[in-house]
């Protein structure tokens, strides 16, 4: 049993700026005859798990940007990075790094390598119906039932079975992909033990009613949903050390008290520079101080802030 805890987080945000535009661009954007970094018109495709959290970004893009037009589409992200690499894409949100076969893409023409920067550090978790018989779990037992080994359940004698994990948008979704990369660090999981549904809030709804049943999300989409519980979990550093359970919480996350940290990057097709709306956009959203607190607010760490963490036992 784990003491409870009450964290305390503030967060400042240091502001990294570069000029994009000069006089003379502005005046060509007034004629309308130039895209700039901060003018023009782009579509953004996004991961649809974590596209929620970025309306509040594009709401301050927009006050801020008058002649720039962004529009944010969703789009399984396998398809996303694919047009991406294709050059059919100009600029994607995504919650997961490269996949071995697109690392293997890029090192075989490095030319498709995508600029790419830091959003945000979301958390892969593990969420269960509100009767389910365990609060906590160990990650390692996690890796071994997705790996399809039967001598876990011995470790959890209230459960009649071994549960199904149930994650969204399929092996073409990033929820899938990162349980590939970050839990089983690049091994496939047993086909039996996964099903699919169509979109988070259906996983949602199917594992609310089933204790056999554990879903597979993210921290920013399950941080306020009363009707499941998030699987607390313990699990042993790269030191050797073992870390007890913890509330899953963003506190937690920033201290690297949590086992599954999840990346989302901003990829863009061409390198930054001046007359590029996307590199524009991307420079605001990672960088902007009111963008790193919408994220903070929605429950996950922003990529650049520095953090006031003060822990108080009961």
């Not at 399984?76 to 997961?96: F, P, S």
């Not at 600029?115 to 018989?133: G, H, Q, S, W």
């Not at 660090?185 to 039996?192: E, F, R």
Request: with cysteine; hydrophobic share 40%.
């Amino acid at each position: 049993m784990t003491n409870s805890r009450y964290i305390y987080l503030t967060v400042s945000v240091a502001i990294i700026g570069f000029t994009l535009l000069s006089c003379n661009d502005s005046k060509q954007l007034a004629s309308g005859k130039r895209e700039t970094a901060l003018a023009g018109a782009i579509t953004v495709v996004c991961d649809p798990e974590i596209i929620s959290i970025l309306g509040p970004a594009k709401v301050l893009y927009d006050k801020e940007h008058p002649d720039a037009f962004v529009t944010l589409v969703s789009m399984n992200v396998t398809d996303a990075l694919n047009k991406m690499l294709n050059h059919q894409e100009r600029i994607a949100i995504i919650a997961r790094g490269y996949t071995p076969s697109e690392d293997s893409s890029i090192a075989n023409d490095p030319s498709d390598t995508l600029p790419r920067a830091l959003l945000a550090r979301d958390a892969l978790v593990f969420f269960v119906a509100k009767d389910f018989p365990y609060d906590t779990m160990n990650a390692d037992h996690i890796k071994q039932w997705l790996r399809g080994e039967i001598k876990v359940r011995s470790s959890y004698p209230k459960l009649s079975k071994d549960p199904t994990f149930v994650v969204s948008g399929g092996s073409s979704g990033s929820v899938y992909a990162n349980i590939v990369g970050v839990v089983l660090k690049g091994l496939s999981p047993d086909v039996t033990r996964l099903a699919s549904l169509p979109t988070h809030g259906s996983v949602v709804n199917a594992v609310s009613t089933n204790i056999s049943s554990i879903g597979v999300g993210y921290l920013s989409q399950i941080v306020r949903d009363s009707t499941v519980k998030v699987l607390r979990l313990s699990y042993t550093n790269g030191d050797g050390t073992h870390e007890w359970p913890k509330p899953v919480h963003v506190s937690y996350l920033i201290m690297g008290k949590y086992p599954f940290p999840v990346p989302i990057y901003v990829y863009l097709r061409d390198k930054p520079n001046q007359y590029n709306l996307p590199s524009g956009f991307m420079q605001f959203i990672t960088r902007n101080a009111a963008v790193m607190k919408s994220i903070l607010d929605a429950g996950i760490e922003p990529a650049y802030g520095k953090f006031s963490l003060v822990t108080s036992e009961d």
